[in-house]
């Protein structure tokens, strides 16, 4: 199709110009599916020398006499591009070649960019520009929602286009063409071409299912206003085939971490080695500063049987910092769901069974199961050397309830699997501005977004130390006060959704907090009608006498003659 759009600097060609003038070297552009040239003049001022390629012979013609350099090449004639761009060039050294709204209209892209890739390599061309219409902008996704797919003459929807292109495509079809990432200048608008009908609930910015469906698009990843991806690549090399398909992985990632300093991690390790359902990997995450505290660590490992070190992965960090282990577990993860377990913490030998069993029935949401907790204590710094000093205690809610979380975790980490999909394509992440807290956060954005099936069953064991090493001790309570306010501040400024049952419960907790507001203020009523009742004036007297310490003794002594002697308990 013919565009007729007219350069400006805060448009997709702008931009594109903008990344030619800081990235390449002046010489000689080949503007692919050309059009009406908008581009010429403005790389022409910046001493590039423009040369259009069309396959539309009356845009050829009015170019010409506007005295452009142009040639006649049909791009879908892929086994014939590359021959064909080496005639445009004619023997010129080539700085770049554009394909700005063009790659869209193929039906073929992949064969079309190897041609190109070719033609650049025999040229030694190092540049490729490319402008392309993003099919996952929030407006798009917004109306889809609302079963409406509005094809247009031009726009996002373009009825001419037949490839359309996310951010991955994009990157994905550029590798298997053997182009290289390189600069980025992407052309965004919060409201599209498609930006209508303005009051259509799920895209009408005021409505709060909008607000929620912005919310979980902008976490996706950073395109949700991206209009037109606009970018420069580099050559590359074509890889020689498509990558095979990766054997599916573990039900399981378990994110373990350590600094190395715990003799308790053997423990730890042994309980996963002993599992009924093998189907899980281990990430050991040893945030070590010292050597010797790393290599502490890794020999807990090794007295283990090669079946289960093999399903370890060791991963060294050097922040001693709590979220950084985290971030980077959730970044190796090859399970479905990631469990984070840290170093002092037992798990009875069905805890992987228990949450795969779950998850046969409830796919992508978060899985809680149950903890007991023990009070330990130290008593040297060998592997046996700690004693209990309480038994098992079960404090936590069998059912999982968002507001009561809010109030007071009832969920230690080890007792929540996290689906990994959610994580990576909502970009849920661990917050590294937080100190303490950061499982409780990630679990509520999560579990606000997946809900929670609880399995009931009771797993693991939650350690609590009584000295001073205890994060409970070691970490001031203010620190846990921000912690909390940050998680509830996040929370707050989000549309959220509420499981079933959430209504009735909020308007119970209403009705009693009215109940105990009106029967205050009853109270209060009273109070006031006693103080200005004459009885009242007519005591005030004796009760000044009253508060006499001697006069208060005697009163006491004199009550107790009355009473007479008390009964004996049973």
């Not at 109306?143 to 495509?169: I, M, N, Y």
């Not at 069953?457 to 940050?486: F, G, H, L």
């Amino acid at each position: 199709m013919k565009y007729d759009f007219d350069y400006r600097p805060d448009t997709p060609y702008g931009h594109m110009v903008q990344l030619v003038r800081d990235h390449v070297e002046p010489g000689v552009i080949i503007d692919l599916g050309c059009g009406n040239a908008a581009i010429a003049a403005p790389l022409r001022d910046l001493g590039f020398t423009y040369v259009g390629v069309d396959v539309d012979p009356t845009s050829l013609a009015a170019l010409s006499e506007r005295g452009e350099e142009v040639h006649c090449v049909d791009l879908r004639a892929a086994n014939l591009l590359a021959d064909a761009l080496e005639r445009v060039a004619g023997g010129r050294r080539i700085v770049a070649i554009t394909a700005l709204d063009v790659i869209e209209h193929l039906d073929r892209p992949l064969d079309v960019l190897r041609a190109i890739h070719g033609a650049m390599a025999s040229a030694s061309i190092p540049w490729l520009g490319i402008s392309i219409p993003n099919v996952t902008h929030f407006d798009l996704a917004a109306k889809q929602l609302s079963g409406r797919w509005d094809v247009t003459p031009v726009g996002l929807l373009d009825e001419t286009h037949v490839s359309l292109f996310s951010a991955r495509r994009l990157q994905q079809d550029m590798a298997r063409s053997g182009f290289l990432a390189g600069p980025v200048h992407d052309f965004e608008r919060r409201s599209s071409d498609q930006a209508y009908p303005a009051d259509l609930p799920t895209l009408a910015p005021a409505s709060m299912l909008s607000r929620l469906l912005r919310e979980v698009r902008m976490s996706a990843d950073e395109h949700a206003f991206t209009n037109q991806f606009v970018r420069l690549f580099r050559l590359g090399e074509i890889p020689a085939s498509a990558p095979d398909a990766t054997e599916p992985g573990p039900f399981l990632s378990v994110i373990l971490r350590t600094r190395g300093t715990r003799p308790t991690l053997s423990d730890t390790l042994t309980c996963l080695a002993a599992q009924t359902d093998d189907d899980f990997e281990v990430l050991l995450m040893i945030d070590a500063i010292d050597d010797a505290d790393a290599e502490q660590a890794l020999q807990q490992l090794e007295p283990f049987d090669v079946s289960f070190r093999s399903r370890v992965r060791v991963e060294r960090l050097r922040g001693h910092d709590r979220v950084p282990p985290l971030n980077r577990g959730v970044e190796m993860a090859l399970g479905r769901y990631v469990v984070i377990l840290d170093d002092d913490d037992l798990v009875f030998a069905n805890w992987v069974e228990d949450f795969h069993a779950t998850a046969t029935h409830a796919a992508g949401a978060v899985l809680r199961s149950r903890a007991v907790t023990q009070e330990v204590r130290r008593t040297g710094k060998g592997i046996s050397d700690l004693e209990p000093v309480s038994g098992f205690r079960l404090p936590y809610e069998a059912r999982f309830d968002f507001m009561q979380h809010l109030r007071n975790s009832q969920s230690p980490p080890h007792t929540i699997a996290l689906p990994l999909e959610a994580l990576r394509s909502l970009g849920i992440r661990f917050d590294p501005e937080l100190e303490v807290l950061e499982d409780l956060d990630v679990f509520l954005r999560t579990a606000a977004w997946c809900g929670v099936v609880d399995t009931l069953a009771i797993t693991a064991v939650y350690r609590r130390w009584t000295d001073d090493e205890a994060s409970v001790n070691a970490i001031p309570w203010s620190t846990w006060e921000r912690a909390k306010a940050r998680i509830i501040h996040r929370l707050d400024a989000t549309p959220m959704l509420m499981p079933e049952g959430t209504s009735s419960r909020l308007f119970f907790l209403l009705f009693d907090v009215e109940t105990l507001r009106e029967r205050a203020e009853l109270a209060e009523a009273k109070v006031e009608a006693l103080e200005r009742s004459r009885s009242w004036r007519i005591t005030r007297p004796l009760r000044a006498v009253s508060k006499i310490p001697g006069v208060r003794r005697v009163g006491r002594r004199v009550a107790n003659v009355v009473r007479g002697p008390s009964k004996p308990s049973r």
